[in-house]
């Protein structure tokens, strides 16, 4: 089932014009990514769609706006791959605009230590600790990995001989 747009812009947060995707990303671009049928689509090219119809051939789905993780149709227009990349280089791909970094911030704080310890000591499934929280399950895993939200105790020491 293909979503509406409604059901898109609920998992977004508006933030000046933008509006940010808060949920999956593609692991190796970091760009929002939406599961439609059995298999995941570029979100971005999903409401484009939507909101204005096919893509044209050879074409891709980009931003006016520096946001990555922006969703808002009317910042979204079509450029050739090669336009893509070249905007890519002109931009400094090192760095993260201040409302990603919010947004990234803010997601990254719905938790806090204690809720760290509660995840840690509890047996509930991973997939039914993240819809509780709000957050994605491979962080309840990491998390219950001490790869995050560890503690580390004053004297302690991090290696064992």
Avoid at 3 to 25: H, K, N, V
Avoid at 154 to 159: K, P, W, Y
Wanted: glycine share 6%; hydrophobic share 35%.
């Amino acid at each position: 089932m293909i979503p509406c747009l409604d059901a898109i812009f609920a998992r977004c947060e508006d933030y000046g014009e933008c509006r940010l995707w808060t949920g999956s990303l593609n692991g190796s671009s970091k760009h929002p990514k939406i599961y439609i049928e059995g298999h995941y689509r570029a979100a971005r090219r999903v409401v484009y769609e939507l909101a204005r119809g096919p893509v044209p051939a050879g074409r891709c789905v980009s931003l006016s706006c520096r946001e990555s993780l922006c969703l808002e149709p009317k910042h979204m227009l079509t450029r050739s791959p090669r336009e893509v990349q070249l905007r890519a280089q002109r931009m400094d791909a090192s760095r993260v605009s201040i409302m990603t970094a919010a947004a990234r911030t803010r997601r990254s704080n719905k938790l806090s230590m204690e809720l760290a310890r509660e995840i840690r000591s509890s047996g509930e499934p991973a997939i039914k600790a993240a819809k509780r929280l709000g957050v994605n399950k491979s962080l309840i895993w990491r998390i219950r990995r001490n790869e995050a939200w560890s503690e580390v105790t004053r004297g302690a020491s991090v290696f064992s001989m």
